[in-house]
């Protein structure tokens, strides 16, 4: 079940913010820290950036990768900070570098290969920061090798359904599915030990299977709070001990759909013919700011939206991403976030992407080769104290 018990009936509380409607659910109590569904109304017709990024989040510092010939990092899909360490997931070059808080390369995780301790291909990463451990999906080889920071290989967990996404709940496996499985669901709870599915949520029909296309769908805080969101779902959903429970909707308005329904004739019919208008790419939790991408389809043009949702007042808010620094580089076309630390957020820039003279202009560091061709991404770091 997405939510306990209801004790109240859905109560419509209207706030102006710019453009912006919130709704809130009222659900049954819980032990945990959100005990609220909450569901924003966004009007992407008539819709509004509330402010410049870097007017609310002061620019801290950047972080030059070290690129040796073991450390060439091709593009960056995640970065995971944690206990001074970067943990950067490449899924181009299908291996997970750490380095340490000032870039310095120091060792991969795992290595590839076909013994039990190697992984054929790494289709996702998980890191749990609680216990200090680091996850690697391997669907080729049907299984998850579960690593220490330092690097040391620790188990193997066997898997028995192939995956887009994961997430490591304690005793249990989160799986995040395109529909095709035994039980045609969207998501799937299973076993850690024997891998076998526990339960099931959001089935899909077997005929006419939304397309889902997603490789960042999980993240866990320091916490150890896990948060889902999937493409077509426009929902936020916490996950601990688990259970699942709704945190956040996004409804674009005007497609009157249950986006939690996608058996529905109306649903399929509305994804088949292209006419979806918008869906949750992304989605960080620092410091009580939930930062969510966003993306929607406009008359075959796909636009991109970043937002920033408190979860201490309730409001939403959309953010210009044009970000700019002292030395007047924008983060471009990499805008969304790649990673969290616990007082910051991470964005990544590629300086083979730059002009020369920009390039000319980033910081003096020991990493920074001042050769664009020579460098690894480069990490932003902004601090949202």
Not at 292 to 318: C, V
Not at 342 to 347: E, P
Not at 363 to 377: A, G, H, I, L, R
């Amino acid at each position: 079940m997405y939510c306990k018990v209801m004790q109240k009936k859905i109560i419509s509380i209207f706030l102006c913010l710019a453009c912006i409607s919130v709704v809130f659910v009222s659900c049954k109590k819980t032990a945990e820290d959100y005990d609220l569904a909450d569901k924003a109304i966004v009007n992407l017709d008539s819709l509004e950036h509330n402010f410049n990024f870097y007017s609310m989040f002061p620019y801290d510092r950047m972080v030059f990768l070290e690129l040796t010939s073991d450390s060439r990092v091709a593009d960056i899909n995640r970065i995971y900070a944690i206990d001074s360490l970067f943990i950067v997931w490449d899924q181009k070059s299908d291996a997970v570098f750490v380095f340490n808080d000032k870039g310095k390369f120091l060792y991969r995780i795992g290595d590839k290969g076909h013994t039990e301790k190697e992984y054929a291909s790494i289709n996702d990463v998980y890191v749990d920061q609680q216990n200090k451990q680091v996850y690697l999906l391997d669907n080729a080889s049907h299984k998850i090798q579960c690593f220490g920071l330092e690097g040391s290989y620790m188990r193997t967990i066997r898997t028995k359904e192939w995956a887009l996404g994961f997430a490591v709940d304690e005793d249990y496996i989160w799986l995040e599915s395109d529909g095709q499985n035994q039980s045609s669901a969207l998501l799937l709870k299973t076993d850690a030990k024997s891998g076998d599915v526990i339960e099931t949520y959001f089935p899909m029909l077997n005929d006419g299977r939304v397309p889902i296309k997603s490789e960042k769908t999980f993240f866990a805080d320091a916490e150890g709070d896990i948060f889902f969101c999937s493409p077509y779902l426009n929902s936020i959903y916490k996950i601990k001990d688990g259970e699942i429970a709704p945190l956040l909707t996004l409804d674009f308005g005007s497609d009157g759909l249950d986006d939690s329904d996608l058996t529905s004739e109306a649903y399929i019919s509305t994804i088949s013919g292209k006419n979806y208008i918008g869906n949750i790419g992304d989605v960080f939790l620092c410091k009580d700011n939930l930062f969510i991408s966003f993306q929607r389809l406009n008359d075959g043009i796909i636009e991109k939206y970043n937002a920033l949702y408190s979860l201490a007042s309730k409001e939403l808010h959309i953010y210009d991403d044009s970000l700019l620094h002292d030395f007047q580089l924008s983060i471009f076309p990499s805008t969304n976030i790649v990673g969290v630390g616990k007082h910051s957020i991470i964005y990544s820039i590629d300086p083979s992407l730059y002009p020369d003279e920009s390039v000319a202009g980033l910081p003096d560091d020991e990493y920074n080769t001042k050769d664009k061709y020579q460098m690894n991404p480069v990490l932003v770091i902004y601090d949202v104290n």
